[in-house]
């Protein structure tokens, strides 16, 4: 985090050029969407951001146009398109979705990846359009039927990976240390037994900055560029 500030602070145009101008072209390289033999977190936020900026595209492209094509007075008749929006809600509805099921799994001391994974179970099974419950009644793995394709998450490991901490004696030591700079790059050490306090987590920020970037591109005019040579 404190890398990506940094890099952001050299490239960000002045103050006074913003202010002068008020213009900007921004260029959003989207990484490709994932599906391996073995998918696992990572896979899943990647393909969080896919199936977000595919329903930014659905909207702009057909939503806008048709609407800039009424207000013109020009007849267009009604396009079918795929909205992928109540995927997206699965993944990041507030109390039911995914990530929102895995940050409660991190709160919880007695939560584990399985739980977790039967949370999304009960969540979810019933939702035949874009969830598939496995017939296994092992509980780690789910699939979700994504735009561009169905994936099937194996979830060993999420909880970890989503809390993404440092134990207190790490944090103890670096604290300690002479080099004033390491105290800029770590969180407070808090009580581990304190639950009232809000757990920061790998999802809520992924979440956080995919609604702010969502912000952004809504408040632009966004132009699309296909790639004609995907990479191998």
């Known amino acids: 985090d ?6 952001n602070d050299v490239i960000k145009p002045s103050e006074a050029a913003l202010a002068e101008e008020n213009r900007y072209i921004g260029l959003l390289d989207i990484f490709g969407f994932e599906k391996f033999k073995i998918n696992t977190f990572e896979q899943f936020c990647i393909n969080y951001t896919n199936e977000s900026l595919q329903n930014h595209y659905n909207g702009y492209t057909f939503v806008q146009d048709e609407l800039e094509c009424k207000q013109e007075g020009i007849a267009v008749p009604s396009v079918e398109y795929p909205d992928n929006g ?14 929102s099921l895995l940050d409660e799994a991190c709160k919880a001391p007695t939560a584990t990846d399985a739980t977790f994974t039967e949370s999304t179970w009960e969540n979810h099974a019933d939702n035949k359009t874009y969830f598939v419950k496995p017939k296994s009644t092992r509980p780690d793995k789910f699939t979700v039927k994504h735009y561009a394709s169905d994936v099937e998450y194996m979830t060993e490991g999420w909880k970890e990976k989503n809390s993404d901490t440092l134990k207190n004696p790490i944090k103890e030591c670096l604290l300690g240390s002479n080099i004033e700079w390491f105290q800029t790059l770590l969180p407070p050490v808090v009580d581990e037994k304190d639950r009232t306090k809000k757990v920061s987590t790998v999802s809520s920020k992924f979440k956080a ?5 969502r912000e952004e591109l809504s408040s632009t005019e966004s132009h699309f560029v296909r790639t004609v040579k995907p990479n191998p």
């Open 86 to 99: 109540k995927c997206l809600a699965m993944l990041d509805k507030n109390k039911t979705g995914i990530f």
């Open 2 to 7: 404190w890398l990506v500030v940094e890099l």
């Open 209 to 213: 900055q995919m609604v702010s970037l």
